[in-house]
């Protein structure tokens, strides 16, 4: 196994900006990072689930994917038109932020978000299947990627936190940002394109 290119891989598309990026980014903004870690703790936890999901089923989700992938994709991109609407609401209104902050939020936006479900498809089969046979290597694998992926959140909420100042200044223009990346995001995911 080329490490290497295995680390890049997961650090290039965890660190990305992807929906829970986004997400993470704007809810700091609205309900500062304690609140937000409720999010970034229910993302963590569903990546390591879709992660082990991989692992341990990969024969199985193999023959059926094509068919599991267009319709992840398609809810999730509806999903993510649900939290650009909340993302875009949440100057306004203290629900928005409660329900785009939440653990619960962050668990369902891992399962429904295809950029999440790709990597977790292929980078178990890819990187470690093919080098690594034993429970106990795999497990380890998929601790490891989860970890990358729990600090590539806690880095888009500290860089929300450093330049919070700065995004609540402006407000309305960042939350409108936002929420036309997660359109743009859910677009492009939805496979019609």
């Known amino acids: 196994m080329n490490l290497t290119s295995f680390l890049i891989y997961c650090i290039v598309v965890t660190f990305t900006p992807g929906p829970s990026n986004i997400v993470i980014l704007s809810s700091v903004q609205h309900a500062g990072a304690r609140k937000t870690m409720h999010y970034v703790w229910g993302a963590t936890v569903a990546f390591g689930m879709l992660l082990a999901a991989s692992a341990f089923l990969n024969h199985l989700l193999a023959g059926i994917l094509p068919s599991v992938l267009h319709v992840m994709q398609i809810v999730g991109s509806l999903y993510m038109l649900y939290l650009a609407y909340q993302i875009y609401k949440m100057g306004s209104s203290e629900e928005a932020t409660k329900q785009a902050t939440g653990f619960v939020s962050g668990l369902i936006m891992q399962f429904v978000n295809p950029k999440v479900i790709l990597f977790t498809f292929t980078v178990i089969p890819s990187y ?34 450093v330049f919070r100042k700065f995004l609540h200044d402006h407000q309305k223009a960042f939350s409108i940002v936002m929420a036309l990346f997660l359109v743009y995001s859910a677009i492009m995911v939805s496979g019609l394109i």
């Open 128 to 161: 470690v299947l093919p080098y690594y046979d034993t429970s106990l290597s795999t497990v380890l694998f998929v601790c490891l990627i989860t970890l990358i992926g729990f600090l590539a959140f806690t880095s888009w909420l500290v860089f929300g936190s």
